[in-house]
């Protein structure tokens, strides 16, 4: 089956394979990651430096570039330095992943 069919669930957890242990393959883990990919998502095409969540205000951590690298790398379950800064929305969040 072509990787864009897969379920989400499926394709995330090739990703935390492939992250060797940095992110966790559980389903809260992704129920978080999930909450991630929406702020990745919406700070991805925006130059402002804050971001809002759950109405809150963030300073953001990573680059709207980057946020668009982290958005393609996931899509190719692809576990890269860059991939990697999504932990730091997380952590921004409180989320565990």
């Not at 989400?8 to 389903?27: F, H, M, P, Q």
């Not at 809150?56 to 680059?63: A, R, S």
């Not at 668009?68 to 576990?79: D, P």
């Not at 330095?81 to 989320?95: F, N």
Request: charged fraction near 30%; charge should be positive.
């Amino acid at each position: 089956m072509e990787m864009e069919k897969w379920p989400e669930y499926s394709k995330y957890a090739v990703l935390a394979d492939n992250s060797n242990g940095k992110i966790r393959e559980t389903y809260e883990a992704f129920l978080s990651f999930k909450k991630v990919m929406d702020v990745l998502h919406s700070i991805s095409y925006t130059d402002k430096t804050t971001y809002s969540y759950n109405n809150n205000i963030y300073n953001k951590k990573i680059t709207s570039e980057d946020a668009r690298k982290i958005i393609l790398n996931v899509s190719n379950c692809r576990w890269t330095d860059t991939t990697a800064k999504l932990k730091l929305i997380a952590s921004q969040l409180e989320l565990k992943m």
